[in-house]
C-alpha cells in the first residue's frame, strides 16, 4: 500500500516535469524538475524508514481451529472482538494454511512453501533436505526483514519451527535469534495451559512461578498470558520507540488440546451443545449460508458421529464447551491487544491478519484412559522446576497426576483431553477431513484482514473470494512496509518469496498470482489453479474438483476430466520437484521411506 502511495507520487510528479519541459521548451526547467523528484523521492523514503506512512503489523495465528468456530464464519462462539474487526475489515472466503502446525509455522514466518524452509513435516530431523525439523538459513523470517527496515519486532506464542528444545540447547533457531527482539511463549507445540512446557522469555526457560516480568492477579492461563504480555510489549514500545513502526506475532495455543480453560468462561457454554452433532452442525451451515460464506449449491460433507448412540453425552457436551471457551478467552485477550492500539493512536495504521494453523483436530488425545495411572499424588515440582514432559503422563505443579478418558471431565489442570473427531467435524463445517489432510477440512482458514487506514470505506465488512495462501503473507508485509526482501542473509542466499501480496484485495482488485498454490503433507497433496482442485490422500489416486459448484469436495470429476486431472498432476510434480517435495513418501525419513516401498511393492 505504500508502495502504491508513492508510485503515484512518483508518476504525478513526472507528469508534472514532463508538461513543464514540453511548455516552456526549456532543458533546464525539465532538469530542475526531475531534480526535484529525487529530493521527493529520497523525502518519502526517509518518512517511511521513520515510520511516519508505514503501517504496523500483528499477526494474529489461532492452534487446532475449524473454518465455522467463530462467530463472523458462523459458528456459535462468543467471538465479539473478532467480529468487529471482521466488521471493519476484510474476510478472505478461501485462504489456506498447509494443513499441520510445524510447517504452517515455517510457511508462515519465511513466505515459501514449507519444505523450502527445511520443515516439510515436524520438528524431527527425518534426513532430507526438505525434512529436517528445523527453520533453514535459505529463508529469512518475516521478523528479520522487517526489522532490517527499521520496524520493532515481538513475539508471544508458539514457535514450534526447531527441534532444538533443550535449555542448553543450540538456539539458533530460537525467536530472537531470528529477527525478534522482545520474545515471551512456548519454543515447542501443546502443552499444559496452566503449565506450559518450554515456556521461555527471550532465551530463558521459565515457570509461571518464577518469572519476574509477568504474575497474574488470579490463576495463571497461558492464553491469558500470552495476551498480557503482548499488551505489555506494546505498552513499552510505545515508550521506548513511539516514532517507529512494530511487527506483532501473536501466536496462541487455543483451542490445541488438552482441553483446558477457565472456569468462568466455560460456565457461559453449559448446556450449548447438549444436542449433539447434528444440530450443531446444521446451525453453523444455515448461518454461513446466510453470511454469504457457503453456496447453497453446495452439498455439505456427512455429519460424523451418532449422537444417540453416544453412551456419555454429559461428558461428548463438556467437551466442546471447554473447547469453546477456550476461544472465548482468546478473543476476549484479543480485544485487550485491540483496546491498547486504540489507546496509543496505533488502531488506525495496524494491519490485523487473523488466521489459524489447520482445520479442526480428530486426534483422539486422551480420550481414553491409560492401561497404567501413575501414582495419585507426586512431589510438587519447585518455583524453578521446568515441566519435563508435553503429554501424559505428566503431574501438575503442586504434586496431582494429570488424568485421561472418558470419565474426566475436562478444563482444569489435572486433565488432558481432546475434544475428539466428532466435534472437529462440527468444527471444520461444511468441508471433508481434518487437520493432517489436505481436503478443504484440514487446510481452510478464516482470514480477517483489518486495516482502518488502508482499507477502502466501502470495502469494510465484505467478503473477498479470491483464493490466498500462507506464503502472501510475507509478501503482503514486504509490500506494505515498503521493506526489501533480501538476496542474501548473513551472508547466505536466501530463496525468493513464493507469495503475492494481497494488498490489492484489500480494495477489491485482483491479485497477481501467476501460479497455483500448493501442498503436501504425510504424502496427502493438492494443487489449487483457479477454480480446480486436484487432490489426494497418501497412495491413494487423484481427485479432481471443481471448486466454484462443489467447494466441499462431494463429486469427483476425475474420470470426467482426464486432461484437467493430468495437466494439474504435472504442475504439481513440477512444484515438488522444485519445492525439496520429493521423494514422495519423504516425511516418513529415510528407513521409513524404504520400508514403506518395500511394502507397497
Known amino acids: 500500500m505504500f508502495r502504491s502511495k508513492f508510485n503515484m507520487m512518483f508518476l504525478q510528479s513526472k507528469r508534472s516535469a514532463v508538461e513543464l519541459a514540453g511548455g516552456a521548451g526549456c532543458r533546464r526547467l525539465f532538469l530542475w524538475a526531475v531534480r526535484s523528484l529525487v529530493i521527493a523521492t529520497v523525502c518519502v523514503a526517509t518518512l517511511a524508514a521513520n515510520g511516519a506512512v508505514r503501517p504496523n503489523v500483528l499477526l494474529i495465528m489461532s492452534d487446532d481451529m475449524g473454518f465455522s468456530d467463530l462467530g463472523c464464519y458462523g459458528g456459535e462462539i462468543q467471538t465479539p472482538n473478532l467480529d468487529a474487526l471482521a ?199 444455515k448461518r454461513m449460508k446466510q453470511l454469504g460464506l457457503v453456496d447453497p449449491k453446495w452439498d455439505a460433507a456427512p455429519t460424523v458421529g451418532d449422537w444417540n448412540s453416544t453412551t456419555n453425552k454429559e461428558w461428548e457436551a463438556r467437551c466442546m464447551e471447554v473447547y469453546a471457551a477456550m476461544v472465548d478467552n ?64 505428566m503431574q501438575t505443579r503442586d504434586g496431582r497426576r494429570v488424568r485421561q478418558g472418558s470419565d474426566v471431565m475436562p478444563g482444569p489442570e489435572d486433565t488432558y483431553i481432546g475434544y475428539g473427531r466428532n466435534w472437529a467435524n462440527v468444527s471444520n463445517t461444511p468441508f471433508r477431513e481434518y487437520k493432517h489432510w489436505v481436503h478443504e477440512g484440514g487446510i481452510s482458514t478464516p482470514l480477517i484482514v483489518h486495516w482502518p487506514s488502508g482499507i477502502p470505506k466501502n470495502r469494510r465488512g465484505k467478503l473477498e473470494s479470491q483464493p490466498g495462501h500462507l506464503i502472501d503473507v510475507m509478501a503482503t508485509c514486504v509490500d506494505v512496509a515498503g521493506a526489501r526482501y533480501p538476496r542474501e542473509l548473513n551472508g547466505v542466499r536466501i530463496q525468493p518469496m513464493e507469495g503475492v501480496t494481497l494488498a490489492p484485495a484489500f480494495g477489491g482488485k485482483a491479485l497477481n498470482r501467476k501460479e497455483p498454490i500448493f501442498w503436501e503433507h504425510e504424502g496427502n497433496r493438492a494443487v489449487r489453479d483457479g477454480q480446480w482442485k486436484l487432490v489426494a490422500k497418501e497412495d491413494q489416486p487423484w481427485e479432481l474438483y471443481d471448486m ?54
Open 548 to 601: 466454484e459448484n462443489d467447494r466441499t469436495e462431494m463429486h469427483n470429476l476425475a474420470t470426467k476430466n482426464p486432461q484437467k486431472l493430468s495437466d494439474l498432476a504435472s504442475k504439481w510434480d513440477a512444484w515438488a520437484a522444485r519445492a525439496s517435495v520429493l521423494p514422495l513418501g519423504a516425511w516418513r525419513g529415510i528407513e521409513g521411506l524404504k520400508k514403506h516401498k518395500k511394502k507397497q511393492n
Open 330 to 393: 482468546m478473543d476476549q485477550g484479543i480485544g485487550r491487544v485491540v483496546a491498547q492500539l486504540k489507546q496509543d493512536g496505533r488502531l488506525e495504521n495496524t494491519l490485523i491478519f487473523f488466521l489459524q494453523d489447520n482445520g479442526g483436530c480428530a486426534e483422539p488425545m486422551g480420550r481414553t484412559a491409560p492401561a497404567a495411572q501413575p501414582a495419585k499424588t507426586l512431589k510438587p515440582f519447585g518455583p524453578d522446576d521446568l515441566q519435563p514432559k508435553i503429554w501424559p503422563p
Open 87 to 285: 466488521k471493519g475489515g476484510v474476510r478472505f472466503t478461501q485462504f489456506y494454511n498447509v494443513g499441520r502446525c510445524c510447517p504452517t509455522r515455517a510457511s508462515l514466518m519465511t513466505g515459501l512453501y514449507p519444505h523450502q524452509a527445511g520443515i516439510g513435516h515436524m520438528t524431527d530431523d527425518r534426513g532430507l533436505e526438505g525434512y529436517r525439523g528445523d527453520l533453514n538459513r535459505q529463508s529469512a523470517t518475516i521478523a528479520e526483514v522487517l526489522r532490517a527496515g527499521g520496524y520493532r519486532t515481538y513475539m508471544a506464542g508458539k514457535w514450534h519451527v526447531t527441534r532444538f528444545i533443550a535449555p542448553d540447547a543450540d538456539k539458533a533457531n530460537w525467536p530472537v535469534q531470528r529477527g525478534f527482539e522482545k520474545f515471551y511463549g512456548t519454543i515447542t507445540g501443546a502443552g499444559s495451559f496452566y503449565d506450559p512446557t518450554t515456556l521461555c522469555r527471550q532465551n530463558t526457560y521459565i515457570t509461571p512461578e518464577n518469572d519476574p516480568d509477568y504474575s497474574p492477579k488470579e490463576k495463571y492461563y497461558y492464553t491469558d498470558a500470552l495476551s498480557d504480555n503482548a499488551v505489555r510489549f506494546l505498552e513499552q514500545h510505545g515508550k521506548e520507540s513511539p516514532d517507529k513502526p512494530f511487527f506483532m506475532y501473536l501466536a496462541y495455543t487455543a483451542a490445541h488440546w488438552p482441553m483446558h480453560a477457565l472456569e468462568k468462561d466455560i460456565a457461559k457454554y453449559k448446556g450449548k451443545f447438549d444436542g449433539g452433532y447434528e444440530p450443531a452442525r446444521q446451525a453453523r451451515l
